[in-house]
């Protein structure tokens, strides 16, 4: 019989395969257990220089990132209220259950929001953007608010072609970009994709905990933020901006979380971006031959877009995602992302970022191919031994990149 406590008792490590929060190093969390320090010392100014610095530089901006003690809801709602007044027009695309919460939040800030519908199985369209702002003749439209990589949907958007179709239709919108599921795990390019506020979050690329969110600022988004109407007090980026300015935070700032948020950086820079970048375009792509090599869907319709983080499998006929998603967390201790809104029940996500390697990978998808099999689901045998194939022949051209060889 199914013991409930079962989970408890299991040895070994439990497989968070869930597109975020994702797996803490142990280097982070041997980083955060120390004593909490003075956030008015010295010490503590050091610290604040040394995190935002990273962070700019991750981001890729020269301007100004803002550190939140919240989780990446509290930064969306930042990105709005700095930047949007009551009644502004904002326009965003439903891209799938995180794209519907950005909206909903907006609404309830009393913006007027343009909602581009998908069928949820792929990016924003830069065309149909450039569109609808050519239609907006009178610039009424203030923003362009976008989420890079869909965590719901495993669809990554072209924000740097987003860009180019505002430009090209010479509307001068601010673009706001959530990139809570793609920093550090997709490329992303604050300044020279010319986003106005970027949103981001610890729990994901970062490797870190959930408790901190992000806001990069462009010099026009500052500007637009001197006469936002919207009401704001603890989201406002004035006081963070000039207490930051000498490493402080004008308030208490998650102080242990920052001493991880350092690791992770310096952790990011020793692989270096390009080999970050790079271990997740290779292990998304193992995956999806896994998953194709079953003879399942990939939710994404857009190869193009693809998402290196995560993977969302459709699940065959009347097949429950749910179920598979119980019987494989019961039986391998793994934990699988659920289907959120409407695709409950009929999609899981593998996710593949952060702190994640090849034979972590491989674990991951033998408990997929062990749990489709105990539940029935039709499928192929074959899905793991087509992502080790792909690992394998492409494990000797990843070391010779490393290691410089001809
Ligand atoms: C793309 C995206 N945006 C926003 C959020 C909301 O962030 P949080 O749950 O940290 O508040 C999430 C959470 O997973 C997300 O994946």
Same mark, same amino acid.
Request: charged share 20%; aromatic share 6%; hydrophobic share 40%.
């Given at each position: 019989m199914?013991n409930p406590?079962?989970?408890a008792?299991?040895?070994?490590?439990?497989?968070?395969?869930i597109?975020?929060?994702?797996n803490?190093?142990d280097?982070?969390?041997?980083?955060m257990a120390r004593p909490?320090?003075?956030?008015?010392?010295?010490?503590?100014?050091?610290?604040?220089?040394?995190v935002?610095?990273?962070?700019?530089?991750?981001l890729q901006?020269s301007?100004?990132?803002?550190?939140?003690?919240a989780s990446?809801?509290?930064a969306?709602?930042?990105?709005?209220?700095?930047?949007l007044?009551?009644?502004?027009?904002?326009?965003?695309?439903?891209t799938?259950?995180?794209a519907?919460?950005?909206?909903?939040m907006?609404?309830?800030?009393?913006?007027?929001?343009?909602?581009?519908?998908t069928?949820?199985?792929?990016?924003?369209?830069?065309?149909?953007?450039?569109a609808?702002?050519?239609?907006?003749?009178g610039?009424?439209?203030?923003a362009v608010?976008?989420?890079?990589?869909?965590?719901?949907?495993?669809?990554?958007?072209?924000?740097?072609?987003?860009r180019?179709?505002?430009?090209?239709?010479?509307?001068?919108?601010l673009?706001?970009?959530?990139?809570?599921?793609s920093?550090?795990?997709?490329d992303?390019r604050?300044?020279?994709?010319?986003?106005?506020v970027?949103?981001?979050?610890?729990q994901?690329?970062?490797?870190?905990?959930p408790?901190?969110?992000?806001?990069?600022?462009?010099?026009?988004?500052?500007?637009a933020?001197?006469?936002a109407?919207?009401?704001?007090?603890?989201w406002a980026?004035?006081?963070?901006?000039?207490?930051?300015r000498?490493?402080?935070f004008?308030?208490t700032?998650a102080?242990?979380?920052?001493?991880?948020?350092?690791?992770?950086l310096a952790?990011?820079?020793e692989?270096?971006?390009a080999?970050?970048?790079?271990?997740?375009?290779r292990?998304g792509e193992?995956?999806?031959?896994?998953v194709?090599?079953?003879?399942?869907?990939?939710?994404?319709?857009?190869p193009?877009?693809?998402?290196n983080?995560?993977?969302?499998?459709q699940?065959? #006929?009347d097949y429950d995602?749910?179920?598979? !998603?119980?019987?494989? @967390?019961? %039986? =391998? *201790?793994?934990?699988?992302?659920? +289907?959120? #809104?409407?695709?409950?029940g009929?999609?899981? !996500?593998?996710?593949? @970022?952060? %702190? =994640? *390697?090849?034979?972590?990978?491989? +674990?991951?998808?033998?408990?997929?191919e062990?749990?489709?099999?105990?539940?029935?689901?039709p499928?192929?045998r074959?899905?793991?031994?087509?992502?080790?194939?792909?690992?394998?022949?492409?494990?000797?051209?990843?070391?010779?990149?490393r290691h410089?060889?001809?």
């Open positions: 199914h406590d079962q989970t008792f299991a040895t070994g490590r439990h497989f968070l395969q597109p975020g929060p994702t803490v190093p280097r982070i969390l041997r980083a909490t320090i003075d956030h008015r010392g010295a010490e503590f100014a050091r610290l604040g220089n040394e935002v610095e990273g962070l700019r530089e991750l901006t301007g100004p990132v803002i550190i939140y003690p990446g809801t509290g969306w709602e930042a990105a709005l209220v700095n930047t007044s009551p009644d502004s027009r904002v326009l965003m695309v439903e799938g259950h995180f519907t919460l950005w909206r909903r907006a609404l309830e800030l009393g913006l007027r929001v343009d909602f581009v519908s069928d949820w199985r792929r990016g924003a369209d830069p065309a149909v953007v450039e609808k702002l050519r239609e907006d003749t610039h009424e439209i203030k608010a976008i989420v890079h990589n869909e965590t719901s949907t495993g669809v990554t958007s072209r924000i740097g072609e987003i180019r179709a505002m430009n090209s239709a010479g509307h001068p919108a673009l706001l970009v959530d990139t809570i599921s920093l550090a795990s997709i992303y604050h300044d020279e994709w010319g986003v106005d970027t949103v981001a979050g610890s994901k690329g970062l490797m870190l905990p408790g901190l969110s992000f806001n990069a600022v462009s010099g026009k988004a500052i500007e933020s001197k006469s109407g919207l009401r704001k007090s603890y980026w004035e006081p963070m901006l000039t207490a930051n000498n490493g402080f004008p308030y700032p102080t242990n979380l920052l001493f991880g948020l350092r690791e992770a952790m990011l820079r692989e270096g971006l080999n970050v970048l790079a271990r997740h375009a292990l193992a995956t999806r031959r896994a194709q090599s079953w003879g399942l869907e990939i939710l994404c319709a857009e193009s877009e693809y998402s983080s995560l993977t969302a499998v699940i065959p #006929g995602a749910d179920e598979l !998603r119980r019987v494989i @967390l019961e %039986n =391998f *201790n793994m934990s699988l992302g659920i +289907g959120l #809104g409407r695709l409950q009929r999609v899981f !996500r593998i996710g593949h @970022l952060g %702190n =994640f *390697n090849e034979l972590m990978l491989a +674990g991951t998808l033998c408990g997929v062990m749990g489709l099999s105990l539940c029935g689901v499928f192929s074959g899905g793991v031994a087509a992502a080790l194939d792909y690992l394998e022949t492409t494990a000797t051209a990843q070391n010779k990149a410089g060889a001809a």
